[in-house]
């Protein structure tokens, strides 16, 4: 019974992965960055030309793209709530917790070091997307 319920619960974290790998791949758009800080925030949704679209791709491949140009990196879900980037030789470069990754949707949070030096100090940013098609890229660029 013990390794009907450990190959059961195998099975569902596996397939949770997997969907969220099935859900992360293509074209996403950045809408919009939340900046909080020891109590205050900030939220930037002024779309400009700065801002990036992010291209996952089924290989594991990461295009940032951004005015014309791109920037390639490689990508890695390593549990159903985090999120990595690696550079070349694999070594991480970024990490994300992932509150939400839908067909639609995409939200990453990221860990910020403090400004100054003391304790209890909160800094993160939230990156919130949304899935484009390869029109809305040709459009901006």
């Given at each position: 019974m013990k390794k009907l319920l450990i190959f059961l619960a195998f099975s569902w974290i596996s397939s949770s992965c997997s969907s969220h790998?099935?859900?992360?791949?293509?074209l996403w758009r950045t809408d919009s960055i939340s900046n909080?800080?020891?109590?205050?925030s900030f939220t930037n949704d002024t779309k400009d030309a700065h801002w990036?679209?992010?291209e996952y791709?089924?290989?594991?491949?990461?295009f940032e793209r951004r005015k014309?140009?791109?920037?390639?990196?490689?990508?890695?879900?390593?549990s159903k709530d985090s999120l990595v980037y690696l550079d070349s030789t694999g070594k991480v470069i970024n990490g994300y917790q992932i509150l939400d990754l839908n067909e639609r949707s995409l939200v990453l949070k990221k860990?910020?070091?403090?400004y100054l030096s003391g304790k209890n100090q909160e800094l993160y940013q939230i990156r919130y997307f949304s899935k484009a098609s390869p029109k809305n890229l040709a459009a901006d660029q």
């Open positions: 790998e099935k859900d992360i791949v293509g909080y800080v020891n109590g205050f990036s679209y992010f791709r089924k290989d594991g491949s990461l014309g140009e791109y920037r390639k990196s490689a990508y890695k879900l390593i860990a910020q070091a403090p």
